[in-house]
């Protein structure tokens, strides 16, 4: 069970220089307390070893491996509990793209004008730096996913909005996403203050499409995923 280390660290320890005080569980230093942190289940669908893949890790040999374990576990554990799961019990199984990414790694990706399309380390506090809080000292978490039943829908239509406004409809703990080109893929975030914010690199559609405040925030969209839904066999 992860009740004994899912206690989040309280609100009031969000110095960075002082996380390592705030913190019980160790970063990992050897093959067998990685394979125990990968071995930490999220939720019933997704452990912890899901999210640790990278290819800048990969190919720039940066280990990419959580500062502050229980707390990249909490965040984590809200993401899958709260969004990852309630999308693939209802559209099917989610392929992870990205998710987790230590700060070394995030820098790596950042360097030389945004090399590996990776906002700077502040920006991706409590997003793909799953183990360190954000300005405001809240903790959050983002995984870039693909949902594969989506796949034909998009690949026939191009219509990206379906999904983001089923998501908005039906997933109410989501705090944003950002949706890209290929295969649909999208960051889709869990925060303690959540945003509710979709927006998109998608030629032609590039921007927001919705956020608080805006005229097609509220109310139901059904008619925007009707379609899809349709061709899924899915009401």
């Known amino acids: 069970m992860l009740s004994s280390i899912l206690e989040a660290p309280s609100a009031k320890l969000i110095t960075l220089s002082d996380q390592n005080r705030a913190h019980e569980v160790k970063s990992p230093k050897t093959v067998k307390s990685l394979e125990e942190l990968g071995r930490v289940q999220l939720s019933p669908s997704f452990f912890m070893r899901d999210f640790l893949y990278s290819e800048i890790a990969q190919i720039e040999g940066i280990p990419n491996i959580p500062d502050y374990p229980d707390l990249a576990i909490e965040a984590g554990h809200q993401l899958c509990t709260k969004v990852l799961e309630p999308i693939q019990q ?14 070394l790694v995030n820098a790596k990706g950042a360097e030389n004008g945004n090399q590996y399309n990776c906002a700077k380390n502040e920006a991706n506090y409590a997003q793909h730096i799953w183990d360190y809080r954000d300005q405001d000292g809240c903790i959050g978490a983002t995984a870039c996913i693909v949902v594969t039943s989506f796949l034909p829908y998009y690949e026939n239509t191009g219509h990206w909005q379906a999904l983001a406004w089923w998501i908005h409809d039906h997933i109410p703990d989501y705090s944003a996403m950002y949706f890209f080109p290929k295969l649909a893929a999208f960051n889709i975030s869990w925060h303690e203050r959540p945003k509710k914010t979709i927006n998109s690199y998608i030629s032609n ?17 059904t008619q925007e995923y009707k379609a899809w839904l349709t061709s899924l066999n899915m009401s």
């Open 205 to 221: 559609s590039k921007g927001i499409l919705t956020k608080p405040g805006m005229d097609n925030h509220e109310g139901d969209h």
């Open 90 to 103: 209802r559209l099917g199984r989610i392929a992870i793209r990205s998710a987790y990414r230590s700060p």
